[in-house]
């Protein structure tokens, strides 16, 4: 009976019942959503927030309702969209040294033509997703002109491979790019043929104990307050970034949680590859937040702008 639901579902999706593809195409995002925003702590760590353009996606992907096994028919039937998120990329900069996390989306993203080498990627995020890309909101267009050079970026860090995320990475030649076991050669979602050919990322060791309240971390630029953590269940090898000066911190999220509403309410996203995992790494963000003064900051909260901006001790 299971089975020939979702059988059913997914038949119907194919042929078109249900998505309301072009609802959120003609709603502009939002106006009020800065480009960017910086912070520069006492010890001189500057941490740069950076819009680099929107995604869409339907309310059964934003937040992950039970049953598993119906998420993804949820998805394609689905005629409600979730308001535009902004797609995020962090810089922490440090002794004029930067670390990168997540390098955004690609413009040619909205182009069937990106993703022709998947068919099967191709069809979901053009069933489901929607983007705004435009190439002067690229991540390489727009460190530059926060004053970051691209030769700065020493380290990329890839939260996670959906297409969203690593989109410009090739933007980087020259970078160390890390990720988390799990994440690599592919996860759900991933689509690894648009990225640069031969491409292949380090993967973390976190072997540099624990952070904050996180197990273990690895430390980026060689410094002990800027590190590398896992944050699993999003995806398998899901990763932040947490940053510490003094009593502070700062914890680059990705889409471990949307914002800090999701992580009190222990809600996770939809398209959750291990949600046990997922809901785990929530409790650990709501445990840093409440143990420790900490600035969430992930890659589709629009109020993270402000809170970064705000965060400077």
């Known amino acids: 009976m299971r089975s020939c639901f979702v059988t059913t579902a997914v038949l119907l999706a194919l042929h078109g ?14 106006a009020d959503v800065p480009a960017h925003a910086v912070a520069t702590t006492p010890s001189g760590l500057t941490i740069a927030a950076v819009r680099t353009g929107w995604v869409g996606v339907k309310e059964p992907h934003w937040r992950y ?15 409600r969209w979730h308001p535009w998120l902004p797609n995020i990329s ?5 002794g004029g040294r930067t670390v990168l996390v997540d390098t955004g989306t690609d413009p040619r993203i909205g182009d069937p033509a990106y993703m022709a080498c998947d068919p099967g990627a191709r069809f979901f995020y053009g069933r489901n997703m929607r983007f705004i890309a435009p190439p002067e909101d690229t991540i390489d267009r727009r460190l530059p002109a926060l004053g970051v050079p691209l030769a700065a970026v020493e380290t990329v860090v890839i939260t996670h491979f959906h297409g969203d995320h690593p989109g410009r990475v090739d933007a980087f030649p020259g970078a160390r790019v890390l990720t988390g076991p799990g994440n690599w050669p592919g996860h759900l979602g991933a689509v690894p043929c648009t990225l640069p050919e031969g491409f292949t990322p380090e993967l973390a060791r976190f072997g540099d104990g624990p952070f904050g309240v996180f197990a273990t971390s690895q430390k980026l630029l060689g410094r002990d307050d800027v590190r590398l953590i896992p944050l699993p269940g999003h995806t398998p090898g899901h990763v932040g970034v947490l940053v510490r000066d003094g009593d502070r911190y700062w914890l680059i999220a990705g889409d471990a949680t949307f914002d800090r509403e999701e992580t009190a309410a222990l809600h996770v996203c939809g398209v959750s590859e291990d949600v046990a995992a997922a809901r785990e790494t929530q409790r650990l963000i709501g445990r840093q937040l409440e143990m420790h003064d900490t600035v969430l900051l992930p890659a589709h909260d629009a109020s993270a702008f402000g809170r970064l901006a705000g965060s400077a001790l």
Do not use: Q
Request: proline share 18%.
């Open 17 to 30: 019942a249900g998505c309301a593809g072009s609802d959120l195409a003609r709603v502009p995002p939002p």
């Open 65 to 79: 309702t039970p049953p598993a096994w119906l998420v993804l028919p949820r998805v394609f039937l689905s005629r």
């Open 90 to 94: 962090y810089a922490v900069t440090a």
